[in-house]
């Protein structure tokens, strides 16, 4: 069996009403047993000035007390009228906006995000309006980037689900004869969204927190010296050329190897699916406590109202040739997810039709720091 719960402005008043009654009842009591005491005490003053009151003494003391009961009981009457009022009053002052808070949430529930506390000239009231309406645009925000997150993934898997839905229903009505190119162009779609699911259940991982960071210090040299060589024995002749600015002494960086690897390949991916001539060179400098490694292209560059929205997911500034080269739109934003756990962060420079620079920092290994220092 439930018990009764009392609201908060029934909690408010009854407070009120018990700390007035308390303050009443010590008043009575107090004036009730002194104040025909005082009386006594200045009538003998009188007596004593030369004024007889002595015939009269019992009958004054007790009108006295006559008088000043009834005196107090309208008091009290009055008081406690008034206080009560005022009291009833202040509580449904302080209640009202916790009301209408319970009333935007059940909005909340209901969907309607876009409901907000308006402000209180309690401190307290709009303290707390004001933590409930930052909570609520956090929360709109992330609804938003849901909402938006499915309509990008619906996208990007229609139009593979699409083709592999055609390319079978030729092959089982008989309408499309079964060759290499066909299953080869069956295997590319299918890769496309294995990729595509891959990198949403990493972003995903990254976001959630569930994808932790192995930092340790390590050497940036002989890693990017490997990539860079594992890319260039790709290209063909016609090739943009692929080269390594790396000083042979530079302090080591703390980070995971795996997931700065990770970050590089998706660079270097990128710079070499948007640069069809001229270099790519992968470049690192130090820059105080911070480690810089950049990507520099001379490709087809990225339009200035597009620079804002590099790092967003499945963001195309060319979704046609993106979409035809095989990329799933994801993988800055993973880069950019990965840089933020390395407490890093990353940037990128782009002109038109001159190239883009996309470079993100580490933190120099406490070690190197604790040396520079005592030097």
């Known amino acids: 069996m439930e018990k009764n719960k009392v609201g908060l402005r029934s909690r408010l008043f009854l407070s009120h009403v018990i700390v007035m009654v308390v303050g009443l009842l010590t008043l009575l009591a107090i004036s009730k047993i002194s104040s025909p005491r005082f009386f006594a005490v200045y009538l003998r003053q009188i007596e004593i000035g030369g004024m007889r009151v002595g015939q009269v003494r019992t009958q004054l003391i007790r009108s006295f007390d006559d008088a000043w009961s009834k005196g107090a009981f309208w008091s009290v009457v009055v008081g406690a009228s008034t206080a009560g009022g005022l009291s009833y009053l202040v509580s449904k002052r302080i209640v009202q906006p916790l ?6 949430t059940k ?4 969907g309607h995000l876009e409901e907000r506390v308006p402000p209180n000239e309690i401190p307290e009231v709009d303290q707390l309006a004001t933590s409930f309406n930052r909570m609520a645009a956090t929360l709109e925000g992330v609804e938003q980037r849901r909402r938006e997150l499915v309509s990008d993934l619906t996208h990007e898997l229609r139009t593979p689900l699409t083709v592999l839905k055609g390319y079978l229903e030729g092959l089982a009505d008989g309408t499309i004869e079964p060759s290499t190119d066909i299953y080869e162009r069956l295997s590319r779609e299918t890769g496309r969204m294995q990729r595509l699911v891959n990198d949403l259940q990493e972003l995903s991982k990254m976001e959630a927190g569930y994808l932790p960071i192995d930092a340790r210090p390590m050497e940036l040299q002989p890693l990017l010296s490997s990539i860079v060589r594992r890319f260039a024995d790709q290209l063909v002749e016609d090739s943009p050329q692929l080269l390594l600015d790396c000083p042979s002494e530079i302090p080591r960086v703390s980070a995971d190897p795996e997931r700065v690897e990770q970050i590089i390949v998706n660079l270097i991916g990128n710079a070499l699916r948007y640069t069809s001539k001229g270099s790519i060179v992968v470049k690192v ?6 480690m810089w490694i950049a990507v520099i292209d001379t490709g087809q560059g990225i339009a200035p109202e597009d620079l804002p929205h590099v790092f967003e997911r499945f963001w195309r500034a060319d979704r046609s040739r993106d979409r035809h080269s095989g990329g799933t739109g994801i993988g800055l934003a993973i880069c950019s997810r990965l840089v ?3 407490g890093g962060k990353i940037q990128v420079e782009s002109q038109l039709g001159k190239g883009s620079t996309f470079r993100f920092s580490l933190p120099i290994a406490r070690e190197k720091l604790i040396a520079l220092k005592k030097t």
């Open 285 to 290: 400098y130090p820059e105080q406590d911070k």
């Open 340 to 342: 933020e756990l390395h």
């Open 99 to 104: 009301i209408q808070m319970e009333e935007i």
């Open 107 to 110: 909005k909340f529930a209901a």
